[in-house]
């Protein structure tokens, strides 16, 4: 008897467990939920500037895909989650990372979004410090963006959610190894 209760409480904690991935010591779930989607960890990768970490970034997909265009026109649940490494990210930086991001996703057609984009930067208005974490998740037509679980903005639109996962996997993306990564590429 005694075994067996030691065994249920030395393996008990093991069974709730969830399967996770680090990338680049950063601890990602390897399934997330979108709406009423569970969505699978398709890969991640790390944005660097002037070789410095910026921040850890992974994609979730309904099922894995190395086809960026593809991923980027889909209608169908997604999700980006953004894991700040650094204390160089400043909300400032941040919101003029996103509008250049959007001219580069648009091919310099951002206009078109004007008032989504501004929508889009003012989730990210807030003190950013090392440790807070963004979700950018796609469900029935809608982004919504989190902060650390809390939700900042709600945004309607395929066309605009194209835009907004163009920034991480479009032709000219915010980094190319952390598309590679996102894609699924790295090693």
């Known amino acids: 008897m005694k075994k067996i209760l030691f065994l249920v409480f030395f393996l008990a904690p093991f069974l709730f467990l969830q399967a996770q991935t680090k990338i680049n010591n950063i601890t990602f779930p390897d399934t997330y939920t979108s709406g009423k ?14 070789w410095m970490d910026m921040y850890v970034g992974a994609l979730y997909l309904p099922a894995k895909s190395k086809d960026a265009p593809a991923i980027v026109s889909a209608n169908n649940s997604m999700g980006i989650r953004l894991c700040i490494v650094s204390g160089l990210i400043t ?6 990372a996103v509008k250049e991001g959007f001219r580069k996703s648009t ?13 889009f930067q003012k989730a990210f208005s807030e003190a950013i410090k090392k440790g ?17 679980n809390t939700l900042k903005a709600e945004i309607r639109g395929l066309d605009f959610k194209k835009a907004v996962f163009g920034i991480w996997l479009g032709k000219e993306p915010a980094d190319e190894d952390l598309k590679e990564g996102m894609l699924g590429n790295s090693d």
């Not at 989607?37 to 002037?50: A, F, I, S, V, W």
């Not at 909300?91 to 003029?96: C, D, H, L, P, Q």
Request: charge should be negative.
């Open 132 to 148: 807070d974490v963004f979700d950018i998740a796609y469900a029935d037509e809608t982004i919504s963006i989190y902060k650390n």
């Open 107 to 119: 091919e310099g057609k951002q206009d078109a979004y004007k008032d989504k984009i501004a929508q």
């Open 37 to 50: 989607d569970k969505l699978l960890l398709n890969g991640g990768g790390t944005r660097e500037k002037y």
């Open 91 to 96: 909300s400032e930086k941040m919101t003029e």
